[in-house]
């Protein structure tokens, strides 16, 4: 079992390494399972990225998907170091990533209730 903090390399010109600005992070591991490096090659050839490995390169700790607004997995747990107050970059990124994909407005009509007075009920026969 992972269990701690591991340190973990990202690699340039990634998402990963646009969120974290930096080629070399630690987080929190707490999990039994990783990537079956069996399959690497066949992930890489559909389109996925491994951006972030251990310092060995043997285990994956980041992949994403390049052609994706934000298709990013992580072996490591960053809600054990998010706040309500400071999210985890990685939580901050999803966010910003979402609201720059808002093409419009919830229209106003999504955001009404429906007054009572028009509310049908289903009664059982």
């Not at 607004?69 to 939580?91: A, D, I, K, V, Y």
């Not at 009404?112 to 007075?117: G, L, N, Q, R």
Request: contains cysteine; glycine residues 6%; proline residues 9%.
């Amino acid at each position: 079992m992972r269990l701690g903090a591991y340190p973990c390399e990202i690699a340039p010109n990634t998402l990963a390494h646009q969120i974290y600005g930096s080629d070399l992070i630690s987080e929190r591991h707490r999990h039994r399972w990783e990537f079956n490096n069996d399959y690497r090659a066949q992930f890489e050839q559909g389109g996925m990225r491994f951006s972030g490995l251990s310092p060995t390169g043997q285990l994956v700790e980041i992949a994403e998907i390049t052609d994706h607004p934000f298709m990013l997995g992580s072996q490591f747990h960053p809600e054990f170091l998010s706040r309500p107050n400071r999210p985890h970059p990685l939580f901050r990124k999803f966010i910003e990533t979402i609201i720059a994909q808002t093409v419009e407005p919830i229209p106003e009509i999504m955001l009404e209730t429906v007054p009572e007075a028009e509310q049908k009920t289903h009664e059982l026969a």
